[in-house]
């Protein structure tokens, strides 16, 4: 990945429709060396969550052009390679495995419930640590060093305990988990299996997650 790391750097630094359309041939390998990766993790993560398996590597990745119709940045690109892989391939729910490379230091893998636009989604699991706070805190313990990160409220939203004892993860709107990876690491030959290793660590907050979020079903488009 060393060569994408290179090719998203200068993106950053050029990031304009000419600069991008000159140099096609350099896009069209840092996108086919992601794609070999994520489909390397895919079938490493499967072996512990079989869920994962049976979509096209090549569908769970994003595109790198921007929607900029509501973004003060009107950058046209996000100079960085991404991708859920997830039961329900890259879409956010049920919850995957995300990764994200982007060179400086900011490429990170995560797990997790990322996506706090979805009411729905968020007052579910919010029951669910409600109704069994004791297994969520069991949850979190367990993914120490790792610590549990999300939007929250300022205070426990109307229709829950503001006493309860997990009333700080109430306030929350997501719950996530963010590694950050060196550069180094990302071009390193083994990336694909250290990274497993890292999403095997957050299964159990997918898993407490995705119980939480049986049934939901995501807004129509």
């Known amino acids: 990945m060393g060569a994408a790391l290179a090719y998203l750097a200068e993106l950053e630094a050029h990031n304009d429709r000419a600069w991008f ?3 096609k041939a350099e896009r069209a390998g840092a996108l086919a060396a ?3 990766l994520v489909a390397d993790v895919q079938q490493r993560v499967g072996a512990f969550d079989p869920a994962v398996l049976g979509h096209d590597p090549k569908k769970l990745t994003f595109k790198l052009t921007r929607d900029t119709r509501f973004s003060n940045d009107k950058s046209p690109y996000n100079p960085s390679l991404r991708a ?5 391939g890259k879409l956010p729910v049920p ?3 995300y990764l994200m490379v982007r060179p400086g230091g900011r490429s990170f893998l995560g797990g997790g419930l990322f996506a706090a636009m979805f009411k729905d989604a968020t007052d579910r699991v919010r029951r669910a640590i409600a109704a069994d706070g004791d297994a969520w805190e069991r949850v979190v313990e367990g993914l120490a ?3 549990v990160e999300g939007e929250a409220l300022k ?8 006493a309860h004892p997990q009333a700080g993860w109430l306030k929350f709107k997501s719950w996530y988990l963010e590694l950050p990876v060196p550069d180094e690491d990302v071009a390193a030959p083994g990336f694909a299996e250290a990274a497993a290793r890292e999403f095997e660590r957050m299964k159990p907050l997918n898993d407490f997650l995705n119980r939480a979020l049986e049934g939901f079903e995501m807004p129509a488009r």
């Open 84 to 88: 859920h892989v997830g039961p329900a």
């Open 21 to 23: 359309a000159e140099t």
């Open 145 to 147: 060093p790792l610590q």
């Open 95 to 97: 919850v995957g495995y």
């Open 34 to 36: 992601f794609d070999v």
């Open 155 to 162: 205070r426990v939203p109307q229709g829950f305990d503001a």
